[in-house]
């Protein structure tokens, strides 16, 4: 377990001295960044200001760009906030910017939040920004937040579910808080504050839609390709498809790879459909077995790296660590669903934190509704500039930016990793396709991405078994609304016995 411990995590904060043994430190305009060594820091620094990259940044269209001409893009526009952020809004990775100037000091990070950011606000006592809460809590006295322990922490929700998140900004602690996708953090004002996503997202039709998606896509692969060696986590279903024809559409080969976990066996789904299909390539397939249980070194090491830290996920983290090619980077398939219209209501439902909380699963007490209800004033607002439903956006900023990005962080231990979709011009690509073509089952944008970048990768189906499920689901849901209205019909023409 040598160097695993808060492995590619890093403090931002007043501190000279770093906080855990063989971290690196490089300093800012105000601030000392400490950071773990497996986590890859850039800087461009002029007499007054200083631009700090946390991670890696890929230019969807200029793929072949690496981080310092990036980075020298961005620090050439530090004169002005607006142009920074907007400029940086573009470019795809899992990265964390930190902006200071005489004007003005502030944090971005990419369109999803992967690489995820908590701060202290103004009522704590200490000033930081952190990769995990955890991690800042082993560093500053942090005071545990009763109100979120009752009103989330001891609910149902985050007792039972597998895979629980917390709403809105909230962590466990007084004063400290997530940075949600879409905003900036005014480092001087210790506030987080919503940025403008630019203009209205035009409505484009399937095939335009497809093209420009499977511009972006396959430019990310490449560009990832020039960086790192790749591997490619394979499933059955959508995600991983679409990825695998980006990678041939670039000749790309990455290290595919399937978990086996729970029942799993070789009939499954998920273990049966990429076999047959990398097979069908002439790929190797490596199924990696995830059955053992971790070692209590290395569960520990685990669940005090991230939080929450989930026992199935430590599970299979310790099969990767036992076999994983350990420079590769791996490409995942997260944040795709933002435009899959995930999250769905009956027509003329009006939304609100109570109907939000029953999408997430969660339990209504106070500080949940509390928390979406902070998150709805502001989401609104940006979904009728954007054009976007309140839906999407908050599958975007709450189910990915606070459960995607958890999954993530709980990989780090193991392997760093690039999500092509965490992207803004690609995600606004998909969304802009019609609403029937990003539903299940058939997902017709996504088959046409797919054909446009490889069509060989659909000659084995997609999720064969999820999909036929959905099919016979909606069957007997329109069977019951037609008898229902046929029986509706007779009742109201039938004639009054005498």
């Known amino acids: 377990m040598k160097n695993g411990y808060l492995c590619r995590q890093f403090l931002l904060s007043d501190q000279v001295q770093a906080p855990f043994d063989g971290w ?13 060594p497996e986590l890859q820091v850039s800087q461009l620094r002029s007499v007054d200001s200083t ?52 004007a003005y000091s502030i944090a971005l990070q990419d369109a999803c939040g992967l690489r995820r950011l908590f701060y202290s606000d103004r009522s704590c006592s200490s000033r930081f920004c952190a990769s995990e809460a955890l991690t800042a809590a082993k560093a500053f006295e942090l005071e545990k937040d009763q109100l979120a322990e ?108 399937t978990l086996r976990f729970g029942t799993m066996n070789s009939r499954s789904q998920d273990i049966a459909i990429p076999g047959k299909l990398l097979a069908k390539m002439r790929w190797t397939h490596h199924v990696i077995d995830c059955a053992q249980k971790p070692t209590t070194e290395f569960a520990s090491i685990y669940k005090s790296n991230v939080d929450p830290a989930h026992d199935e996920a430590c599970q299979l983290a310790f099969g990767l660590w036992n076999v994983f090619p350990r420079k590769k980077v791996t490409l995942s398939g997260h944040c795709s669903e933002v435009a899959r219209n995930f999250y769905k209501m009956n027509p003329g439902t009006e939304i609100s934190a109570t109907e939000l909380a029953n999408l997430a699963g969660m339990d209504h007490t106070k500080f949940v509704l509390d928390q979406f209800d902070q998150w709805l004033a502001g989401a609104r607002v940006a979904c009728q500039s954007l054009g976007m439903t309140i839906l999407d956006l908050f599958y975007w900023e709450q189910r990915v930016g606070r459960w995607a990005a958890n999954g993530q962080s709980q990989w780090d231990l193991v392997h760093e990793r690039f999500t092509p979709f965490n992207c803004r011009p690609l995600l606004f690509a998909l969304l802009a396709a019609p609403t029937r073509y990003r539903s299940a089952p058939d997902y017709r944008l996504y088959r046409k991405l797919i054909e446009n970048l490889s069509a060989q990768v659909l000659s084995v189906p997609i999720n064969p078994e999820t999909a036929a499920k959905l099919r016979r689901e909606r069957s007997l849901v329109r069977k019951f609304f037609k008898s229902a209205t046929r029986r509706f019909i007779s009742f109201g023409t039938a004639q009054p016995r005498v």
């Open 24 to 36: 690196i430190t490089c300093t800012t305009v105000s601030s000392f960044l400490h950071y773990h």
């Open 150 to 257: 009752a009103g989330f922490e001891q609910t149902e929700f985050a007792r039972k579910h597998p895979e629980y998140w917390w709403p809105g900004d909230a962590t466990q602690f007084k004063g400290v808080r997530s940075l949600l996708p879409n905003h900036y953090l005014d480092l001087k004002k210790r506030e987080a504050a919503r940025f403008k996503l630019g203009d209205s997202i035009a409505e484009l039709s399937l095939k335009d839609s497809a093209e420009r998606s499977a511009h972006y896509l396959s430019g990310l692969i490449r560009g990832a390709s020039l960086r790192f060696e790749l591997a490619l986590a394979m499933t059955a279903g959508w995600d991983s498809r679409a990825l695998l024809a980006g990678c041939r559409a670039v000749s790309v080969q990455p290290h595919c790879y």
């Open 51 to 102: 631009l700090t990259l946390v991670g890696y940044l890929i230019d969807p269209d200029r793929p072949a760009l690496a981080d310092p001409a990036l980075l020298d893009e961005l620090h050439r526009l530090l004169n002005n906030k607006d142009n920074l952020i907007r400029h940086a809004q573009r470019l795809a990775g899992r990265w964390i910017l930190f902006a200071e100037t005489p």
